[in-house]
């Protein structure tokens, strides 16, 4: 098994944890997650722990149960406290705006760009240029901030763009700098 796959998963406090064959679902006081796992894979409840075991000794079993395992670790660690992305708005004249689920956002287009939020994501603009995204579900977190920096991707000249707080966008030097 992988190391990963091998480690327990800790259960909270307050997170009820319903195992029926190859579906999990896990609900506490943020919500409701569920998923279907691999029929490969097993999941062994105890008390407050979680444990994960190959029926088969293959390769790529060994390596579902460790993707398995974080993807019930980042269920678990959704519901007890959700998880967050920054994006960041960068360039003159580039802002964002929110009202309910709608992203408005302004990146140099003749129209402002119109994004839907999925539900389970909830949204928060700061100072017109920093989008706070906030869920329960990680995959679709991470998901819908990316498809938000895909509308327009940082460019490595001036770093114009929408960009992950976290992100470091190296620039490359203009062509009068070449010379």
């Known amino acids: ?3 990963i796959g091998k480690q327990p998963i800790t ?18 006081k943020n919500g ?8 490969e894979i097993e ?29 019930i670790n980042n269920m678990i660690l959704g519901i007890d406290k959700g998880f967050q992305k920054k994006l960041i708005v960068e360039g003159v004249g580039y802002k964002a705006s929110i009202a309910g689920h709608t992203l408005t956002i302004n ?13 389970g994501v ?8 920093v989008i706070s995204l906030d869920s329960v579900d990680k995959e679709l977190l991470g998901l819908t901030a ?16 929408i960009r992950y707080e976290d992100e470091h966008i190296v620039r490359k030097a203009g062509k ?4």
């Not at 909270?12 to 506490?28: N, R």
């Open 146 to 161: 990316a498809r938000i920096r895909s509308i327009r991707k940082p460019e490595p000249y001036k770093g114009k763009g």
């Open 11 to 28: 259960v909270p406090t307050g997170i009820k944890v319903e195992i029926d064959g190859t579906y999990i679902k896990i609900s506490g």
């Open 43 to 71: 999941l062994i409840e105890d008390d407050d722990t979680i444990q994960i075991k190959c029926l088969d000794k293959s390769k790529r079993t060994n390596a579902f149960s460790g993707l398995t395992r974080t993807l």
């Open 122 to 129: 909830s949204g928060a603009v700061d100072k017109n240029t």
């Open 176 to 179: 009068a700098a070449a010379k």
């Open 32 to 39: 409701t997650l569920e998923r279907d796992i691999r029929p």
């Open 1 to 3: 098994m992988s190391r």
């Open 107 to 119: 990146v140099g287009y003749s129209n402002p760009v119109i994004f839907d939020l999925p539900k």
